[in-house]
């Protein structure tokens, strides 16, 4: 993990005190999913998704909408790569982005 990647994995982890039981559990499964998600855009962005990985695309979107419902967090998701693809709604509108429309983690 470079320095810049665990400044903002730690920044996530503050927003999310409070909110989660154990924030950085929770934030550290987050990013996962959201990596996972962020590398099927990037290949939808040269082909066409397989069958398989249009499932799991849903899937992953399903499983970050759930988590982030459960601590009363709203979710964002964009196909496009070259940014954020999977941006949290905190109820405070924190943000981590230019556009300021939500905090970016994947």
């Keep these: 993990m470079t320095r810049e990647q665990a400044r903002a994995f730690a920044d996530l982890a503050l927003r999310l ?3 989660a039981l154990c924030p950085i559990d929770f934030a550290e499964g987050l990013v996962r999913l959201a990596r996972s998600y962020q590398r099927l855009q990037e290949t939808a962005c040269n082909r066409e998704l397989t069958r398989r990985e249009k499932t799991r695309e ?3 979107e399903r499983r970050i909408a759930e988590e982030c419902k459960a601590i ?4 964002t ?4 790569p070259r940014g954020f ?3 949290l ?13 939500g905090w970016g983690i994947g």
């Design 17 to 19: 005190d409070g909110l």
């Design 58 to 60: 849903s899937n992953l």
């Design 72 to 75: 009363g967090l709203g979710v």
């Design 77 to 80: 998701f964009s196909g496009d």
């Design 85 to 87: 693809v999977v941006k």
């Design 89 to 101: 709604q905190f109820p405070d509108g924190a943000s981590n982005t230019w556009g300021q429309d």
